[in-house]
């Protein structure tokens, strides 16, 4: 079992930055690829960035590629997502997950999420 809580989130001006961080209970935490997912309102849930369990391979949707970088610290059991140059298309609510098995870039291949954080840019 892991438990993952997010923070970061907030309102930013377009072209704005914010790091938003996953915090992960348990000893396993470096067992697991990372993800990062987001859902706009009225939207489905999309995929955003995956990391591995070593942190040796990062992966993105091109929509964030060169804006956002996943990285992670399992001494701190905590991963990262750091969003530059901030777009109002960004706005949604970020949730990171565990992977579980198969390609990152689909939600059914994690088995445990955290709450959501809330991502608002303006423009």
């Known amino acids: 079992q892991v438990q993952l809580v997010e923070s970061g989130g907030g309102l930013v001006q377009a072209g704005g930055s914010l790091r938003l961080s996953c915090a992960a209970s348990g000893r396993t935490f470096s067992s697991y690829a990372m993800g990062w997912f987001r859902q706009a309102p009225g939207k489905e849930r999309e995929f955003v960035a995956a990391?591995?369990?070593?942190?040796?391979?990062?992966y993105y949707a091109d929509s964030v590629k060169g804006r956002f970088t996943i990285s992670r610290d399992n001494a701190k059991n905590t991963v990262y997502l750091q969003m530059n140059s901030l777009k109002p298309e960004d706005t949604a609510v970020y949730y990171c997950?565990?992977?579980?098995?198969?390609?990152?870039?689909?939600?059914?291949?994690?088995?445990?999420w955290g709450q959501g954080t809330q991502v608002t840019v303006s423009s």
């Open positions: 990391i591995t369990r070593s942190g040796g391979s990062t």
């Open positions: 997950a565990a992977h579980r098995s198969g390609t990152y870039y689909v939600s059914p291949a994690y088995n445990y």
